[in-house]
Every structure is written in C-alpha cells, then in structure tokens.
C-alpha cells in the first residue's frame, strides 16, 4: 500500500510510490571499468516542494558481500512537469542531477499511465575535465513485487549505448512506523504468536 504524505506538494504525488529508503544490490559493467557486484542505498524524499529530492549511494561488494570501496554517488530532483494531476495519461518527468565523479545531466522522460515505471534519457551532459568520458544515458525504474529494480544505460564516445548498472531493492522499513504498528499487541507480546 502507498501512503501519500499529507505535506507532499500534489504536483509529484504520482511518484509518491518512490518515497522512502530503498536497500539492494546490483551489478556494474562497462568496458574499461571492473565488472563488480555492489551495494545501493536510494533515499527518495520531500520537503513540500513541487519534487522529489533523489541520493543514491554506492559501493562495490565482494564476494561475501562486505563492502570494499565507494562505486558512486548521485543527487538529483525529480519532477512532474505535465498532466501532474490527470487522472490518466503518461506524465512527463525532469530530473536535474549531478555525480561524485564532476557529472551533471538533465533527463527527460515519463511515467508510464497506470504502473509504477519511469522511463528517462539524457538530454545534456555536462562534466569536469577529471571524470570518465560520458555523452549520455537511459534509465528504466520500476516497481515488482513491493521491490525497486532499475537498469542503467551508457554511452561513451567509443562505447555506443549499452547497459552497464541495475539494481534490485527493497524499501527499508521505518522503525517509528514500527512500533505505532505494534501498539495494539499486549504487554507480554506472547499472547500475539498463540
């Protein structure tokens, strides 16, 4: 089920089903980097404005899944910038985002009419002298089964498009909401198990 905040600007209460804190694993490949398993951390948060703010952490995984070094880290805004509030109909979606590596890009795309599936490109890319060569991406985002799974896509000046991260998570649970959910149970929590 999705709670929609009662302080969440109406404008993205389409990506409402986005809103908290997001946990999983994904695989990273792109030629001319190390193939590796990671960890992903994505927090999805508002704070009464018209978008959605967006940080994604990274790190690389070995092979019992212990954490070995940071991958990459992302912010960004997330906004609905047509037909916010019809009842049907793709909604277009503008991301501003910018990386740990001296990126910055602006996407365009849309949340698809009735399931929970956002689909952007690049529409410019920006970089520092020092970050990796990088002329522009895909996402895919998408909600199965209660869980977030994500794909990313890559171009590079001598490498066309081609995917190169993705990622599964599950949604953190609030440990307040937590012990609300619990009141009801008595003192002793034994008699709930009989």
Same mark, same amino acid.
């Given at each position: 089920?999705?709670?929609?905040?009662? =302080?969440?600007?109406?404008?993205?209460?389409?990506?409402?089903?986005?809103?908290?804190?997001?946990?999983?694993?994904?695989?990273?490949?792109?030629?001319?980097?190390?193939?590796? @398993?990671?960890?992903?951390?994505?927090?999805?948060?508002?704070?009464?404005?018209?978008f959605l703010e967006f940080r994604s952490r990274t790190w690389v995984l070995d092979g019992e899944?212990?954490?070995?070094?940071?991958?990459? @880290?992302?912010?960004?805004?997330?906004?609905?910038?047509? @037909?916010?509030?019809?009842?049907?109909?793709?909604?277009?979606?503008?991301?501003?985002?910018?990386?740990? =590596?001296?990126?910055?890009?602006?996407?365009?795309?849309?949340?698809?009419?009735?399931?929970?599936?956002?689909?952007?490109?690049?529409?410019?890319?920006?970089?520092?002298?020092?970050?990796d060569p990088y002329t522009g991406g895909k996402r895919l985002y998408g909600m199965v089964n209660?869980?977030?799974?994500?794909?990313?896509?890559?171009?590079?000046?001598?490498?066309?498009?081609?995917?190169?991260?993705?990622?599964?998570?599950?949604?953190?649970?609030?440990?307040?909401?937590?012990?609300?959910?619990?009141?009801?149970?008595? =003192?002793?929590?034994?008699?709930?198990?009989?």
């Amino acid at each position: 089920m999705i709670e929609i905040p009662s =302080d969440l600007h109406k404008d993205v209460v389409p990506l409402a089903f986005l809103l908290g804190t997001w946990e999983g694993a994904g695989v990273f490949d792109f030629p001319g980097a190390e193939k590796c @398993n990671f960890g992903q951390e994505i927090v999805f948060r508002h704070d009464g404005r018209p978008f959605l703010e967006f940080r994604s952490r990274t790190w690389v995984l070995d092979g019992e899944g212990e954490k070995v070094r940071p991958l990459e @880290n992302e912010h960004s805004f997330w906004r609905v910038t047509s @037909n916010q509030h019809g009842a049907t109909g793709e909604r277009e979606i503008e991301i501003s985002s910018v990386r740990d =590596d001296g990126t910055v890009e602006i996407w365009y795309g849309k949340l698809h009419d009735g399931k929970p599936q956002i689909d952007v490109a690049t529409d410019a890319v920006a970089r520092i002298e020092g970050s990796d060569p990088y002329t522009g991406g895909k996402r895919l985002y998408g909600m199965v089964n209660e869980e977030l799974l994500w794909v990313g896509e890559k171009a590079a000046p001598e490498v066309p498009l081609r995917p190169y991260m993705s990622g599964q998570l599950k949604k953190v649970l609030n440990q307040a909401k937590l012990i609300q959910d619990i009141a009801d149970l008595p =003192d002793d929590g034994i008699a709930f198990f009989r």
